[in-house]
């Protein structure tokens, strides 16, 4: 089975707030709107089309994995084997790299072991995105068939007689 990791990317166009005109909320403070510049969305999404790692992903079984929309790409997998050595681990982050040397382009990349702290974050931009997943602890607890048990609560007085009595 192997090693396996959880691994999440966003990379998404930068936002802009713009003051919308003419509107106002109920106390008469202006209202806002963000947008994305929807040509370089474009562009962002043909160069990943155009990478080596679209090319191996294609014919991947995770597929559905990957998704775009709003001015933003966004990659995840719960159970994958992500190893440095792979070549579609290599072209993911040859372009993810490549990604981060255009300016409004922001990303963030998340991938967490199987091992405690085996934790590895990347990012780029100024807005990396961290709306969609982030790292946190946590505990994989398999011990519910003993709580509220004290069996050797009834048995330790006993214990203790016998102790007595030998002595």
Known sequence: MGYRSQVAC???????????PNR?????????EFVYDKDKFKQMIGFIKLSRFWELWQNSSDQDAIGWRNG???????????YPDYEDVKEFHKMFNQLGEI?????????VG???????EEQFG???CYDYFHAFSAMDFQGEDYLG??????EEPQAQDAIATQS
């Not at 166009?13 to 003051?19: A, F, K, P, S, Y």
């Not at 300016?103 to 991938?111: A, H, K, V």
């Not at 048990?149 to 009834?154: G, L, N």
Request: glycine share 8%; proline share 4%.
């Open 149 to 154: 048990k004290r069996e050797t609560d009834d």
């Open 24 to 32: 106002t909320d109920v106390n008469g403070e202006p209202k806002y």
């Open 103 to 111: 300016e409004g382009i922001s990303g963030y990349f998340l991938r």
């Open 126 to 128: 100024d807005d990396p």
């Open 72 to 82: 933003r790409f966004i990659m995840y997998g719960a159970d994958w084997k992500w």
């Open 114 to 120: 199987e091992e405690m702290r085996d934790v590895e």
């Open 10 to 20: 966003c990379i998404s166009v930068d936002v802009e707030r713009r003051e919308i």
